[in-house]
């Protein structure tokens, strides 16, 4: 894509994020820096920026079908920390899918941080896949923060579908992601993270619920190397005739830690929750079998990893 | 002669789990390993791939000595290796395993021509995870379809037809025989299966760790297994 507001390095962050090409094909809203600097809007998606704090609106009407909406947020400048709100109003039946990211290149000593506060209000019936990749680059020692907040509020019959990954340069992170649903709705999520060095990653779910026949499915994996350390803590609350399944599974290596700590409540007899968690290196197996292959014991293991956070 | 085996022992728990092993075996050959439960057979081609290591011994393959070498070393001289339990992983496909053991860029519709080789419907086993959502038979097809596709000097399977219905297994048997055909290298199979013992050129019976006996088919067939009590059937009194 070309812009003036737009220089290489915010291209490459971009092309991290997000599919550049497909950007330009529905609505978007490109946010640098902490301001919006390129936005499109189509005749079924509207976004309007807010008035009283940093961030916008997305409405899309009823019944939309299959437009894609990116919202990438970029951040060069060391020593910025960017606040922002976006709110996505989907009409009843709408079908959308969603692609957020957040790239953060910092080259100097000042550490650079977004906090993206996402809110998704689904209206009956409607349908999001929602994909958020995170990413950081440079070289300075000025740390790379994100700290996405995530609410989900799923109306009878609705269901959205998250998808986020979070794989290099990110130094520390805190993911919460909240989840209220009503009757016949469904919310899935599926995180990979992958921390190396000092980075710190923490995950913390939270899903309500409420509504008759409502389930939710979180998948996470994840694997920590280096001197690297890791949380997840997943609360579920099964507050009706509701189905749960929230599974952790970590490669640990090197120095890491990582803490899973599982929480699910049922609060009726009809709630049916289940909870998996595995922490441990790569099997030996794994690499031996690769191994006999012909792939290097270094190989393998990168072969693993790659298939693991697939 | 392929490989050589010179006074390979290993022992744990103070067991004798290979007690002195002395074996030659010449290029070309169709090799069958049978023998009782727990009589050493896959420490045994363990050892030959490197995935276990003796404590005295050595071992020599096409004229090296590769006693001290690593797995992928071994590999990577032409010796494969199907395992008597497959390996399961989580997120790597079939595709992605068969492209690793063809050890070159494959195609999809190559990859399921492999596949079909071992009975699978190609189609709808390519882009599978190789997890436990496989059948064990299914893991055991792939497990063999990633040492066929290799095409080495030495291959060795453990135990092909655990798994493996027996209609199925006599077509499988087709797939080991042209393979040595293709590579026209040697094939040493740890096997029970009556219909194995008789196509091989060569029988070795193990027992607590030795290696009791080597000998054409006919003559292991006869005089070890088929005159002992363990393979006729019981008589029952009432
Ligand atoms: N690393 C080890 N430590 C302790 N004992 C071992 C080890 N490896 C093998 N064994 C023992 O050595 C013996 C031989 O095992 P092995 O797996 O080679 O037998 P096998 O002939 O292949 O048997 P099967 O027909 O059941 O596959 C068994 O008693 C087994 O328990
Ligand atoms: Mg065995």
Redo the contacts with the bound molecule.
């Keep these: 894509m070309e812009s003036k507001n737009l220089n290489e390095i915010d291209e490459q962050l971009l092309s991290e994020v997000s599919n550049l090409e497909n950007i330009t094909k529905g609505a978007y809203n490109i946010r640098k820096n902490g301001k919006g600097v390129e936005r499109q809007v189509t005749e079924n998606v509207n976004i309007v920026t807010k008035k009283d704090v940093s961030g916008i609106d997305i409405y899309v009407k009823e019944n939309t079908k299959f437009e894609f909406i990116h919202i990438p947020v970029i951040i060069t400048e060391s020593g910025l920390k960017d606040l922002v709100y976006n709110d996505f109003h989907i009409g009843k039946n709408a079908n959308v899918i969603i692609i957020a990211g957040c790239g953060i290149h910092n080259d100097h000593h000042k550490d650079a941080e977004h906090d993206g506060i996402h809110r998704f209000y689904l209206e009956e019936g409607a349908k999001v896949r929602y994909i958020e990749k995170h990413y950081g680059e440079g070289n300075g020692d000025g740390k790379r923060i994100l700290n996405p907040v995530t609410e989900v509020y799923l109306k009878a019959g609705s269901s959205l579908e998250m998808e986020s990954t979070q794989i290099k340069g990110v130094s520390s992170t805190i993911r919460e992601t909240k989840g209220v649903l009503e009757k016949d709705t469904n919310f899935v999520v599926t995180e990979k993270i992958m921390t190396d060095g000092k980075q710190y990653a923490k995950t913390i779910f939270d899903v309500q619920l409420n509504g008759e026949n409502s389930s939710t499915h979180v998948t996470s994996r994840s694997v920590a190397t280096g001197d690297s350390k890791q949380e997840f803590i997943s609360k579920i609350y099964g507050n009706e005739k509701c189905f749960a399944h929230s599974e952790c599974d970590a490669i640990i290596k090197d120095n890491a830690i990582v803490t899973a700590v599982p929480e699910i409540t049922a609060n009726n007899v009809e709630a049916n929750l289940i909870h998996e968690a595995a922490i441990g290196k790569i099997a030996g197996e794994q690499l031996i079998k690769l191994m006999t292959l012909g792939l290097s014991e270094k190989q393998a293991e990168e072969e693993i990893i790659n298939g693991f956070l697939r | 002669m392929i490989l050589e085996l010179e006074n390979i022992c290993?022992e744990?728990?103070n067991?004798k789990?290979?007690n002195n092993i002395n074996l030659q075996i010449d290029l070309g050959k169709f090799i069958a390993i049978t023998?009782?439960?727990?009589?050493?057979?896959?420490?045994?081609v363990?050892m030959i791939m490197g995935i276990?290591k003796p404590d005295s011994g050595k071992i020599i393959f096409d004229g090296k000595d590769i006693t001290n070498m690593e797995i992928n070393e071994r590999a990577k001289l032409g010796i494969s290796f199907g395992f008597?339990q497959p390996v399961k992983f989580k997120g790597i496909t079939v595709y992605d395993l068969l492209k690793i053991s063809a050890n070159k860029k494959i195609t999809k519709k190559e990859a399921c021509e492999a596949l079909a080789k071992v009975g699978l419907c190609a189609k709808e086993y390519v882009d599978r995870e190789v997890n436990g959502s496989l059948s064990g038979g299914e893991l055991k097809r792939i497990e063999i379809a990633t040492v066929a596709l290799r095409q080495t000097k030495l291959t060795i399977f453990?135990?092909p037809e655990a798994g493996i219905d027996l209609w199925s297994f006599n077509n499988l048997i087709d797939v080991f025989q042209t393979m040595s055909e293709i590579t026209k290298g040697t094939t040493i199979i740890?096997s029970?299966q009556e219909k194995i013992l008789e196509i091989a050129d060569e029988i070795i019976l193990?027992k607590s760790?030795k290696i009791k006996e080597i000998g054409t088919s006919e003559e292991i067939l006869n005089k070890e297994i088929k005159n002992k009590g363990c393979c006729q059937k019981r008589e029952c009194k009432i």
């Design positions: 290993f744990r728990d067991k789990i290979l023998g009782p439960n727990g009589s050493g057979k896959s420490t045994l363990k276990e008597q453990d135990e740890i029970h193990m760790g």
